[in-house]
T-cell receptor, first 115, second 113 residues
Framework: DTGVSQNPRHKITKRGQNVTFRCDPI?????LYWYRQTLGQGPEFLTY????????KSRLLSDRFSAERPKGSFSTLEIQRTEQGDSAMYLC?????????????FGQGTRLTVV | AQKITQTQPGMFVQEKEAVTLDCTYD???????LFWYKQPSSGEMIFLIY??????QNATEGRYSLNFQKARKSANLVISASQLGDSAMYFC??????????FGTGTSLTVIP
């Protein structure tokens, strides 16, 4: 197992375009999280899944953002009509279950630049 | 609501010395976990250490230890015998009932040779 995998690692897009990121969690993990991190800040929660069910979404997740985890394995995060303010590192993490003592393992992130 | 506060934007430590990175938290949930992550310049978040709210003893993992003071709601990370490779951002995080993780703003640690 190679850990949490995110693709692409870097994405440059023009304002107004749609982008989609993919996250492959550690295979036996049923929790999957998406976070956004801007320079000099800690990760901000966007959404998380328990298997295929999306359990919580942050108010940061505007209607331009949508996330799916159709079969409870990999997940995609789509941003429609990108804006310059969407430029950030998008981090995916997974954990084994929802117990409080379970650490989350992070991928290397997708760095989005909107020009 | 949960909140994590890290008040040290940047810290310097001499190689081979120990350093303490501060973290305070706020939650009304009785069951929660406290975590420390390291983020090198490459961007990946590396899990370092975990402390449960009901744990009686402070957690230790190699050169990392967590100074947990529940009454003060603090969970400071102590790194002993600092190495050059310890230079990175360090984030304190909390999860209540295994839900989303809340992160602080981080502390940038620089180890001086």
């Amino acid at each position: 197992d190679t850990g949490v995998s995110q693709n692409p690692r870097h994405k440059i897009t023009k304002r107004g375009q749609n982008v989609t990121f993919r996250c492959d969690p550690i295979s036996e993990h049923n929790r999957l999280y998406w976070y956004r991190q801007t320079l000099g800040q800690g990760p901000e929660f966007l959404t998380y899944f328990q298997n295929e069910a999306q359990l919580e979404k942050s108010r940061l997740l505007s209607d331009r953002f949508s996330a799916e985890r159709p079969k409870g394995s990999f997940s995609t995060l789509e941003i429609q009509r990108t804006e310059q303010g969407d430029s950030a590192m998008y981090l995916c993490a997974s954990s084994l279950d929802g117990r409080a003592n379970t650490e989350a393992f992070f991928g290397q992130g997708t760095r989005l630049t909107v020009v | 609501a949960q909140k994590i506060t890290q008040t040290q934007p940047g810290m310097f430590v001499q190689e081979k010395e120990a350093v303490t990175l501060d973290c305070t938290y706020d939650t009304s949930d009785p069951s929660y976990g406290l975590f420390w992550y390291k983020q090198p310049s490459s961007g990946e978040m590396i899990f370092l250490i975990y402390q449960g709210s009901y744990d009686q003893q402070n957690a230790t993992e190699g050169r990392y230890s967590l100074n947990f003071q529940k009454a003060r709601k603090s969970a400071n990370l102590v790194i002993s015998a600092s190495q050059l490779g310890d230079s990175a951002m360090y984030f304190c995080a909390m999860s209540a009932y295994g839900n989303q993780f809340y992160f602080g703003t981080g502390t940038s640690l620089t180890v001086i040779p």
